[in-house]
C-alpha cells in the first residue's frame, strides 16, 4: 500500500517535470494559462509556475528517497513525464483545430 502511494507520488513527480520544462521553453503553449495571461508580465509569470512546479517536482523525488535505476519508481517517473507530453498533446490539438475553424 504504502509503495503505491510512493509510485503514484513519482507519477506526479514526472507529470511536475515535464509541466516545468514546458514553462520554461515553450511560452507559446502556456500564455493562453489563465493565471499567466492575467499578469502583468506573461513571460515571466511562466517561467516563476516553472520554477515552482520544478520544485514541487525535485521534492517529491528528495523526501521520497528516489533512486534512479531500473526499477518501479523510475518507470512511473518516465510513465508521468510520457503522460503529460500525450494528454498535452491530445488536447492542445483540439485547441489548435476549434481555434482555426473559428478564425
Known amino acids: 500500500m504504502i509503495q503505491t502511494v510512493y509510485d503514484f507520488l ?3 513527480a514526472g507529470v511536475f517535470l515535464h509541466m516545468s ?3 520554461f521553453f515553450s511560452f507559446y503553449e502556456t500564455r493562453h494559462h ?3 495571461a ?3 508580465n506573461p513571460y515571466f509569470a511562466s517561467k516563476v509556475w516553472g520554477v515552482i512546479q520544478a520544485l514541487c517536482g525535485m521534492m517529491i523525488l528528495v523526501f521520497g528517497k ?3 535505476g531500473e526499477n518501479i519508481p ?3 517517473l518516465i510513465l508521468g ?3 503529460w507530453a500525450v494528454f498535452l498533446g491530445v488536447f492542445a490539438g483540439r485547441r489548435y ?3 482555426a475553424e473559428n478564425s
Do not use: G
Request: proline share 4%; net charge positive; glycine share 0%.
Open 10 to 12: 513519482f507519477f506526479l
Open 21 to 23: 520544462l514546458l514553462h
Open 34 to 36: 489563465p493565471m499567466i
Open 38 to 40: 492575467r499578469a502583468k
Open 66 to 68: 528516489y533512486q534512479f
Open 74 to 76: 523510475t518507470l512511473c
Open 81 to 83: 513525464f510520457c503522460f
Open 97 to 99: 483545430c476549434n481555434n
